[in-house]
């Protein structure tokens, strides 16, 4: 079982701002990474080392993190925001690799 | 531009063996660590398997440990993944990613499904 819990579904009307959260014990110690994945296609890489963008993420995506919590914002939701999204650390041991149950965005 | 393309899923049966491969391009592929990461059907993803950049370390989930084997040849700019004692909750697409040794997975391909059923 995952060390990295997330909600298993948000809604976000369109334009509006979503928070998607990741918390487990190792985030005190390790950097989130965040993935996008429509259905159908391979993961993207949206956040990394906790908040930097790969060149081609938009903007309104930004990661942040406090105590055992990491967090992906979007703000300003669009349509084609509307995917499963992934955060991804290790777990507290430090010697696994793990990634979160997921969440389900829908855009209203 | 970087690509990633996997090859060698299939079908296989229980207790049997298969063999990915990752053709890599558009980046020094020495230079970067490479990664398993797999998808069971309607679930979520999962770090099988990781090899640094110049082979010298390994990474492999408990799932998967003893039965499983990452390789590179650096040389060929490929990747592979041995597989052994298959068993039906292998059953998954498997993602060849290329990325940071216990860090960032950047890139991703398209992945190879693996389905393992008698």
């Known amino acids: 079982s995952s060390e990295l819990t997330q909600d298993p579904a948000v809604s976000v009307a369109l334009g509006q701002t979503v928070r998607i959260t990741c918390q487990g014990d190792?985030?005190?110690?390790?950097?989130a990474t965040w993935y996008q994945q429509k259905p159908g296609q391979a993961p993207v890489l949206v956040i990394y080392d906790k908040y930097n963008r790969p060149s081609g993420i938009p903007a309104r995506f930004s990661g942040s993190s406090s105590g055992d919590t990491a967090s992906l914002t979007i703000t300003g939701a669009q349509a084609e925001d509307e995917a499963d999204y992934y955060c991804?650390?290790?777990?507290?041991?430090?010697?696994?690799?793990?990634f979160g149950t997921g969440t389900k965005v829908t855009v209203l | 531009e970087v690509q990633l393309v996997e090859s060698g899923g299939g079908l296989v049966q229980p207790g049997g063996s298969l063999r990915l491969s990752c053709s890599a391009s558009?980046?020094?592929?020495?230079?970067?660590?490479m990664h398993w990461v797999r998808q069971a059907p309607g679930k979520g993803l999962e770090c099988v398997s990781a090899i640094s950049n110049n082979g010298g370390a390994t990474y492999y989930a408990d799932s998967v440990k003893g039965r499983f084997t990452m390789s590179r040849d650096n040389s060929k700019n490929t990747a592979s993944l041995q597989m052994r004692s298959l068993r039906a909750e292998d059953t998954a697409v498997y993602y060849c990613?290329?990325?940071?040794?216990?860090?960032?997975?950047?890139?991703w391909g398209q992945g190879a499904l693996v389905t393992v059923s008698s």
């Open positions: 190792s985030l005190r110690i390790y950097f």
């Open positions: 991804y650390s290790r777990d507290s041991s430090g010697n696994h690799l793990v």
């Open positions: 990613v290329k990325g940071a040794w216990f860090g960032e997975l950047e890139s």
């Open positions: 558009g980046f020094i592929f020495n230079t970067y660590s």
